[in-house]
């Protein structure tokens, strides 16, 4: 593989006004702040150039030594979406009757999943996020990754930040283990399934948990110098 000489070029970099940074900043928590993982999603059709622009939006998250680790595979056929329920319940049904401690059981009750996962074919959309283990030549070598755990995690952050941006919802699903989504969706072996995403309107009735987020001073330390 032949590296690129280092090419710098000017940065583009809009300075806005104390004004604007602080309204941007509070109406994109507000935006945030009511996001919710939606399991009741109505099987209304979601155009393919919005699921193109999250994939976009996605590719320009930070990467180790910008190998851009991840494969989005995105998913409307009705058979595979139904080849995808049934193996993720399969799995699904192994983890909540053997696999899983009862702590763990626990944890999830206030959450109120369980093992089947009907929405996987509800949804007009199902993408999934591989994570490259490593890359591979033109002439088949390969290319080390760097950094790909922590790279697939921003890019799928902000995944899901530009999913509820646009006005849609989604669920972080993943189950375990989750190979099957090599076959069902004809994956290379270096990559592995990383995070599954059903997409879609919610239900008209949809419900949610009834869950509080941690208040900003038990998440953050502030370790300020002298002022």
Request: a negative charge; glycine letters at 4%; hydrophobic letters at 40%.
């Amino acid at each position: 593989m032949t590296l690129s000489p280092y090419q710098p070029q000017p940065l583009y970099f809009e300075r806005l006004a104390l004004a604007d940074m602080m309204a941007r900043a509070e109406a994109f928590y507000e935006l945030m702040d009511r996001r919710r993982s939606v399991r009741f999603f109505s099987d209304e059709p979601v155009p393919r150039v919005l699921i193109e622009r999250a994939i976009q939006t996605a590719s320009t998250a930070p990467s180790g030594a910008h190998r851009q680790p991840w494969r989005f595979v995105a998913v409307s056929d009705p058979v595979l979406k139904r080849q995808i329920r049934e193996a993720a319940e399969e799995e699904e049904r192994e983890s909540y009757h053997g696999r899983m401690s009862d702590e763990w059981l626990e944890a999830l009750a206030p959450i109120g999943t369980d093992w089947q996962k009907p929405f996987l074919e509800i949804v007009p959309w199902i993408v999934v996020c591989f994570a490259e283990n490593y890359g591979v030549g033109v002439q088949g070598e390969k290319i080390k990754n760097y950094y790909v755990q922590e790279s697939c995690g921003i890019a799928c952050g902000m995944f899901i930040s530009a999913i509820h941006q646009m006005g849609l919802a989604t669920l972080t699903h993943t189950p375990s283990p989750m190979r099957f989504l090599n076959n069902i969706l004809r994956r290379p072996a270096h990559e592995r399934p990383y995070i599954l995403f059903p997409i879609g309107f919610p239900a008209d009735d949809a419900t949610v948990p009834d869950l509080e987020r941690k208040p900003l001073d038990a998440v953050v330390q502030w370790n300020l110098g002298e002022e």
